[in-house]
């Protein structure tokens, strides 16, 4: 049952997804991709900002989200790297290698590849090695699940905790102990399974006495909210 909402939640796709609108200026900064060996070749692409990071975020589905480095120049915010790491294209893959309840030993795997391997190699070819007050994980989707439970795994690596309209492969744990990310969640008053799912991870959250911001917002799920908050999210984290 718990797999059958996933797929049929999971099956829609937007124009968040396909072509982001609204991101045909060109880039200040520089859009730089890499192919590793896992998983018999798996991309991530660096959104690199004009100017020297001060601050990072790390996030699943790069091969769309690290173009919304744009969005972030248009704030003229912080100035913070994006590392995107790609996700698979089949959504049920996809979904068993972000979220920690299907399939233990692909998310351990993948797990291992993001906060590790990737954070080493982006420390290497860029020099940018940040506390994890200046770093964050972001995701949207079953990806909000990725940065929800690499999140709570990792605060040693990751301050901040940035999740749009997260799935429900991955539910709050039932304990979880300090320290805790500071956690900013967002989800649409259009997606009421998404929605729902955001309000139990901030209620969790705060039992647990974490740092949360909820925001619920006009929109489906991938509507244009997820890009529109992604700037508010990144000043929200690193804005202090």
């Known amino acids: 049952m718990k797999e059958e ?8 796709q937007s124009d968040s997804d396909k072509a982001p609108a609204n991101l045909s200026d060109a880039f200040l900064g520089e859009l730089v991709t890499e192919r590793f060996d896992y998983c ?4 991530v692409t660096v959104y690199v900002p004009p100017h020297r990071p001060e601050a990072a975020v790390f996030a699943g589905d790069g091969q769309r989200i690290s173009k919304w480095g744009r969005l972030l120049e248009r704030a003229s915010m912080t100035s913070t790297m994006i590392v995107g790491v790609h996700g698979l294209t089949e959504e049920m893959p996809r979904i068993h290698e972000y979220s920690l309840g299907f399939e233990p030993e692909r998310f351990a795997a993948h797990e291992q590849f993001f906060v590790e ?9 860029f020099g940018i090695d940040l506390p994890a007050g200046r770093t964050a994980i972001f995701g949207v989707s079953a990806g909000g699940e990725l940065a929800l ?3 709570l795994r990792h605060p040693e690596v990751y301050g901040a905790i940035l999740c749009a309209s997260p799935g429900a492969g991955y539910k709050p ?11 900013y969640l967002v989800a ?10 955001a309000r139990k991870w901030a209620e969790a959250l705060r039992d647990a006495g974490a740092d949360v911001a909820m925001r619920e ?3 489906p799920h991938g509507g244009a909210f997820w890009r529109e908050e992604f700037p508010l999210m990144v000043a929200w984290a690193f804005g202090r």
């Open 40 to 43: 018999g070749g798996r991309q």
């Open 188 to 197: 649409g008053i259009e997606e009421p399974f998404f929605l729902g799912n």
């Open 117 to 125: 391997d990737v954070r080493r190699w982006t420390k290497s070819r």
């Open 217 to 219: 917002r006009i929109g």
């Open 149 to 151: 439970a690499l999140g």
């Open 5 to 12: 909402a996933q797929r049929s939640a999971h099956r829609m």
């Open 173 to 183: 744990p039932a304990m979880m102990l300090p320290p805790l990310p500071r956690a």
